[in-house]
């Protein structure tokens, strides 16, 4: 291990959509720049990035995982982040504390539109990134369209670095742009210096010159000298590109493929050289460097045998063992190589470490000595999408469910717990089907708890669609004194969203005063469940007439003469279903906005309109009103329309009548379940 403290601590993550590489591209830095011995693969499942037993068994990355090395003198930590969407959470919070981003991409045009959320998200919060064209060993298209195809969802300009040298149809090495150098790569070891071939001149200069071109719209100097054709010098490109990349005004784009360490050094030696210092990161989130030492929590885990983790950047001064930060004390303070932590004395300025045994710190957490707080420019909790209800598979694990659920939220906080009293169901909200499931195996395999999930029932409702007199007469004779009380009810429909109403216009004491409550009593205890067997709304109920006997009339009889006259009279009073429906906001690439119109009316959305998505090139947005029974599973086929990348947001909007078929199934289902 060469893990000692370096100079210049810095932090880059690595992002990018599912599979593109970024696990494997993690495990060639470490094991290019020393920091492991034995170098893992995806088939071997034994890679640094994907440890927890969930991600091996899936094969892919579920959390960022963070891993600590040292190249050329310098300290760094990478933070592999998860590709997949529903697992974007982490991704955002990671590249919030990085100096950099290395956005890996597979080497197909047609896969650059899951690139867009996320370069949108590092473009809106202007950190600087990188693009790593990988997979470049297997590679059927070439770069040249790769690269315009990403161009089409950057607001940046694309910057590319390096060109390719082909052999036939195989890349076997690069030309740098910069220094215009030619490399062959070789296989396990560091590419070799050859020289340019000649039939590579002339595309190298063209590609040198847009370099230089789209540089020299961010720096006037460098624009004279294109305009009086002196060649600039290649350190003063080096400067040109770095302040501009510092800005995150430009996109550098490398190529490579990580798996076979082609190109990795080169991607190592750029981050070097163009990666912004700690100081430049903490101005751009606007944190001050003041105090003895201010550090922010980028994620916070469970470790099997330690208690809980903080991953944290240390952004001012130094953390030392045994400190108290935010009125905690450190238990331990590690260095990171994914699950491996070696135990250090002190981290400085720029360093991403873990703090051991902790209890109180949050993700997004900035803390000092004095206190801690979430600062407001932190990515919000991505909105919940998709829910199961859940139950422990055995009834006394309850307790332990509950608590093993808030471990699942604290570390990652798209997951969410919902309990719905009315239906008596616990739900796990989260991004997609994929999300939930492996939450579920987590609750299993960490936290020991065997727990089911099924699809959450539907709160409906219903109402009358007319209005009916009914008499209602409740008499008994039985020994002693009986039991009576009659009454007459109007029972009315009233507009949706009314809810429920009770009146009365008893005149010359048909019935005593002090017996009113009580019928009012006996029809609410109808409510709950009215003919179909769902909850009654907007309903207005009016007592008008009735008798009394002075002896046998009790608040017990007018109580049940009440509830009989709801359960005589609503049967006629025509009830209808009722069920949820919710305001929809789709967002998609405008390329499937026509897809997205017809999978609303498909789940019988009613379209209310669409519209340009404020801030974002080339997406739109699609509002409805759609049943929340629909909306369910929506997300699985809203991505698997838009390549992915469509999401959207919801909000209970009102009732509307359910009739026909489905009505009947619901109704059915309500009468099998009651039974
Ligand atoms: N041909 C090729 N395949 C690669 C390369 N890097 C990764 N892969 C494969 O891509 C898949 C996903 O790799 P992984 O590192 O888990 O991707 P991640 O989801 O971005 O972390 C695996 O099947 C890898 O073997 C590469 O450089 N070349
Ligand atoms: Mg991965």
Redesign the pocket.
Known sequence: MSNGSAGRPRCAVLV?P????????LESILHITGATQRRG???DGN?V??YAPEARKR???IEVVAANTNFLGDQWTFL?CP?SIEFAQDAYNACMVADVAVV?CEPEPDRALAVSPLLRFLDERRIPHMVFI??L??ADDRVRDVLSALQAVSERPLVLRQVPIRDGETITGYVDLISERAYRYQPGKESALVALPDEMREREQTARQELLETLADFDDKLLEQLLEDTAPAKQDIYQYLAKTFHADNVVPVLIG????D?GVRRLLKALRHDTPEVGVTRARLGIEAKGEAVVQVCKTLYAQHTGKLAIARVWHGDVKEGMTLKGERLGSLVRLVGQQQTKIQMAHAGEVVGLGRVEGYKTGDVLTPTGGAVPKNWPPTLPPIYALAIHAENRSDEVKLSGALQRLVDEDASYSIEHNVEMHQLLLWGQGEQHLQIGLDRLRGKYNVAVQGERPLTAYRETIRKGVEQHARFKRQSGGHGQFADIHVDIKPLQRGEGFSFGERIVGGAIPRNFIPAVEAGVREYLPRGPLGFPVVDVAVELFDGKFHAVDSSDMAFKTAGRMAMSEGMPLCNPVLLEPILLVTIFVPNEFTAGAQRLLSGRRGQILGYDARAGWNDWDQVQAHVPQAEVNDMIIELRSLTRGVGTFEWKFDHLQELTGRLADDVVKARAEAAQ
């Open positions: 990018g599912y599979l593109s590489g970024k696990t494997s591209l693969t995806v088939k890679m990035g994907d094969q892919m990355s592999d590709g890996v990988n997979k060993d297997a493929a990580g798996e076979r082609h």
